[in-house]
């Protein structure tokens, strides 16, 4: 039941931990929209990730703006083409160089593997990050580095992005930044489960 209402507040749109506890209340077990927080919190899914990440060359990075007890953040990711997993993400109250650097580190330490190009807008610090971070000579770097809009090549992960701003609409704001964590924790941890299934299942290739 626990597993069942922390996936319901993470993957239905419009439902609020309020919501779910009505739900859950329901079905005989009586608990208190603070308890579903609880559980979300407490919650010890790890982060999922595609056993074919050896695969992993082509990387979309893009970032979200949200909010976390009204206060302005962003959500850094960086999703593979190839996979259609979410390799990494990264929440930060700023937009600056170190944030687009942390969320690269934490893509190419989950994949063991440099990508074979790299994918995103034409935000100033991915150039300087990637240049960090992946380590391409120059030349590399202007074949690699492939800057593109949300409705060009780099459409695939602003459809994530949409996604995950049809979700979180309803919250209007988190109220505090590890809730934020655990919920994009299990939100892409099911996006990811849910890609797998359809891969094994033969539903895409």
């Known amino acids: 039941m626990i597993n069942f209402a922390v996936e319901m507040y993470t993957t239905c749109v419009g439902i609020s931990l309020r919501t779910v506890a009505k739900v ?3 079905l ?3 608990v208190s929209h603070q308890g579903i927080r609880s559980w979300v ?5 790890p982060g999922f990730v595609d056993d074919k990440v050896d695969n992993a060359k082509t990387w979309h990075s893009d970032e979200t703006y949200f909010k976390i007890k009204g206060v302005g953040h962003w959500l850094w990711v960086v999703y593979c083409a190839e996979t259609k ?3 990494a993400w990264y929440i930060s109250k700023t937009h600056l160089l170190k944030d687009a650097i942390a969320v690269l580190q934490k893509a190419k330490q989950q994949v063991q593997i440099r990508p074979e190009r790299i994918i995103t807008d034409g935000l100033w610090q991915y150039p300087v990050a990637i240049k960090k971070t992946i380590g391409w000579n120059w030349r590399e770097q202007k074949q690699k580095h492939i800057i593109d809009s ?3 090549k780099n459409a695939t992960i602003e459809r994530v992005n949409r996604e995950i701003k049809r979700r979180i609409k309803w919250f209007g704001t988190f109220q505090a930044m590890n809730g934020a964590e655990a919920f994009f924790k299990l939100f892409f941890s099911n996006m990811n489960k849910r890609t797998a299934i359809a891969r094994n299942t033969g539903y895409f290739t």
């Open 24 to 26: 859950i209340t329901k």
């Open 28 to 30: 005989g077990f009586p």
């Open 41 to 45: 919190l407490q919650d010890k899914t």
């Open 85 to 87: 997993q979410v390799l």
């Open 150 to 152: 949300g409705i060009g």
